[in-house]
Nanobody, 124 residues
Framework: QVLLVESGGGSVQAGGSLSLSCVAS????????MAWFRQTPGKEREWVAN????????YYDASVKGRFTITQDNAKNTLYLQMNSLKPEDTGMYYC?????????????????WGQGTQVTVSS
């Protein structure tokens, strides 16, 4: 079992930046795929980005590509999401997740471990 704890959310105006962190502890597999998802009320949880430690590859949803950067510090067991040029539509609860294989890392159905979430609010 892996415990994930997110932090770094907050409220910013459009065009601003936030940096999210997700600290992992427990039985962390290697290589592993870790992902960020977000969810707004009434909508399904959607994939934002993921990092695969096998080859340090990164993947982004088209809506955030070029604005968000996902990184991982293996020494600190921490996943980051740097969010720049934020838009009101980026508002939501952001969750980190792990447990799925690389092939299914973008799917919310296959991750076995989830954090409690951190709220991001972007005002226009």
């Amino acid at each position: 079992q892996v415990l994930l704890v997110e932090s770094g959310g907050g409220s910013v105006q459009a065009g601003g930046s936030l940096s999210l962190s997700c600290v992992a502890s427990g039985m962390i597999s290697s290589p592993s795929c870790m992902a960020w998802f977000r969810q707004t009320p009434g909508k399904e949880r959607e994939w934002v980005a993921n990092f695969y430690s096998g080859d340090n590859s990164t993947y982004y949803d088209a809506s955030v590509k070029g604005r968000f950067t996902i990184t991982q510090d293996n020494a600190k067991n921490t996943l980051y999401l740097q969010m720049n040029s934020l838009k009101p539509e980026d508002t939501g609860m952001y969750y980190c997740a792990t447990g799925a294989s690389w092939s299914f890392c973008r799917s919310r159905h296959y991750h076995s471990s989830w954090g409690q979430g951190t709220q991001v609010t972007v005002s226009s």
